[in-house]
């Protein structure tokens, strides 16, 4: 049982830990993982891969295995979202982070069950991964912040093996674009998606809140996800299919 | 008009293509289309050609297509019959809506968004750690 936060990549990560093995050194790597990405691949360090990337220092035989990855993921949902969802806007540095939040925690989560951990969650500024149950017969209980409450929720997801992501902006202001436009994304209030993989889910709750009210529509038929929108009219938009905790 | 009729075969087979896409990848056993009723074609007093397709019994009910040609060209292709129910335009996913609510609730974890530290502090995430298991 290990009950773990540490302020990397920018965020709060929490990690609680059910497993009664002893697993200390698979935790330690896996936050020595997260410390490698911020280290790599954050635009706000000028020396990161990312920021050398985005300066045009580093030529395409020289980009790293991982940022080859996240490119690739990254022009895909710039591409299924019809550039709402961008890494490259004018008068702005090339910024992943949207897919880089995302693919890091699940691969430090990846990390954690080859390592032998079968029941945890893994809570990264928000985005979470869930593995197994907390207690025998149960699902992981993920609350869905209230957009405009922070102590309270306005959902309650059930989760064993799978992640959920929230896209909001009721914390740090308007700072989601859209690429269509290059301003700030209108329409809604909070978008969160449940996938089986949070690289996906994560980069769909950013595209969706990107899209605005566009959005609503467009996350409904993305394939194999379920999602929980709240719009500027507080109004709740939810799969049919989501699980209730 | 052997090539209009086949035109219009080509037409019904690519409506019924389209009824049968499942986006949500689940697989269906279908059954062959059935004709029911024969193609018929019809000349108006404007000079384009007007020919219906057969109408096609599918699982999603009956598809039926009317073209219209100008000469041998096509200028519509228009749905006669199409189903009432299954996959058409409005079988499209569709999220249901209700009212936003508040509720305190027995939760394990949070998702939102909780980036900087002074909002993690008086977060519930925060209060969740602390608390321990």
Redesign the interface.
Known sequence: ?V?H?E?VM???I?L?L?DEEDLASAVTETFTWLHEVDARFSPYKVDSEVSRYGRGLLAAADLSEELDDVLSRCAYYEDISGGAFSTQLPGHDFDPCAVVKGWAVQRAADHLHAAGARRF?L?A????V?SGE?EPGRA????????E?????????ASRDGT?????????GAHILDGRTGQPATGLL?V?VVADDLTHADALATATFALGTDG??W???Q??VE?L??DEG???????GLTP? | MKKTIFVVALSIAGFIAVWRFEPMGTSVATSAPTVTSAPSASSGADGNTTADGTAESTQFGTVQVRVTFDGSRIRDVALVQEPSSGRGVGALPQLREEALQAQSANIDTVSGATMTSEAYISSLQAALDAKGS
Do not use: F, K
């Open positions: 049982m009950r936060v302020y920018g965020m709060p929490s609680d059910r969650c809570n500024g928000g985005d979470v869930t907390p992981w209980r993920v609350g869905i912040r209230h957009p409450q922070p102590q309270a929720v306005c959902a309650v997801l959920v992501a929230t896209s909001a902006t009721y914390e740090r909070s969160t609503i529509a996350a409904a038929t394939p194999g999602v929108i709240i507080r109004r709740v938009h939810r799969s049919p905790g």
